[in-house]
């Protein structure tokens, strides 16, 4: 099995640089928001969404020729959002295989009060940094209702929650390689993406072929306590951790280099 560091963002509960607001989630709720693997898991080919023209369609309308890039958020999302998709698209601008001629990427969001303007407008915005003609056809961006959203997500394992009090969601980062028979073949996950994973990924989704879970070591990278500005514990500790085994290794570094000196000076 392949090691990975595995690193689930959060967005912040808070505006940074307007100060710390009042959030209505507990510890214990934003520790449950993750991305429960499931390869294999089938997509429920009945669910309704609008894309952005306001069309009713359904997810298996993208599905049945080639792989698909699932992506989860939503389009008013104040940071974490666009880092995935600008991770996205930075990591497509190097593949040799094309959106909407060899896969589609579909973008929904989990926020049901979202309207097809917004989609509208986000997918103007990512086509054009993308910049490849014919990728128009193969990008999707939908939204839809509360039960077709919890559906899909409960069935790629997008675990997220939102907080009435800032009027925010959070939620973890990554992306879902569909096969074309619309089962959950592979995970990538963070902000930034591998260009040869991300092209193994849709290869072996092309094939519908199913990968193997990734190891999880950290579930929970960025938790911001927006009640007392504070970062929580566990971020705290990885950082402390680091910051140890940095300087560890600068000692080791120059240590190593002062002994190599003297037995040159020996000779």
């Known amino acids: 099995m392949k090691r990975i560091l595995y690193l689930t963002f959060l967005i912040p509960l808070a505006g940074m640089a307007s100060g710390p607001a009042s959030s209505s989630l507990s510890d214990q709720s934003l520790a449950e928001i993750n991305f429960d693997q499931k390869p294999g898991s089938q997509i429920s080919g009945d669910l309704s969404f609008r894309d952005e023209n306001k069309k009713i369609v359904k997810i298996y309308d993208f599905l049945g020729k080639r792989p698909a890039i699932l992506v989860l958020g939503y389009y008013q999302c104040p940071m974490l959002c666009t880092m995935v998709n600008d991770g996205l698209i930075a990591a497509l601008q190097d593949l040799k295989l094309d959106v909407g001629k060899h896969f589609d990427v579909i973008n929904i969001t989990v926020n049901p009060q979202e309207t097809p303007a917004l989609a509208a407008a986000k997918k103007k915005i990512y086509l054009k940094q993308y910049g490849r003609p014919g990728a128009a056809a193969g990008w999707h961006f939908l939204t839809g209702d509360e039960a077709s959203i919890r559906e899909v997500t409960d069935e790629v394992g997008f675990r997220y929650a939102y907080d009435p009090a800032i009027r925010q969601y959070a939620h973890p980062s990554g992306l879902v390689i569909l096969t074309p028979d619309g089962r959950v073949s592979s995970y990538l996950f963070g902000v930034?993406?591998?260009?040869?994973?991300?092209?193994?990924?849709?290869?072996?989704?092309?094939?519908?072929?199913?990968?193997?879970?990734?190891?999880?070591?950290?579930?929970?990278?960025?938790?911001?306590?927006?009640?007392?500005?504070?970062?929580?514990?566990?971020?705290?500790?990885?950082?402390?951790?680091?910051?140890?085994?940095?300087?560890?290794?600068?000692?080791?570094?120059?240590?190593?280099?002062?002994?190599?000196?003297?037995?040159k000076g020996a000779l």
């Open 192 to 263: 930034t993406y591998s260009a040869r994973e991300l092209d193994a990924a849709l290869q072996k989704a092309g094939a519908n072929k199913i990968g193997s879970p990734l190891e999880q070591l950290i579930l929970l990278c960025f938790h911001y306590r927006p009640l007392t500005g504070k970062y929580g514990n566990l971020i705290m500790t990885v950082v402390r951790v680091s910051g140890v085994a940095t300087t560890i290794g600068l000692f080791g570094v120059i240590a190593f280099v002062s002994q190599r000196k003297r037995k």
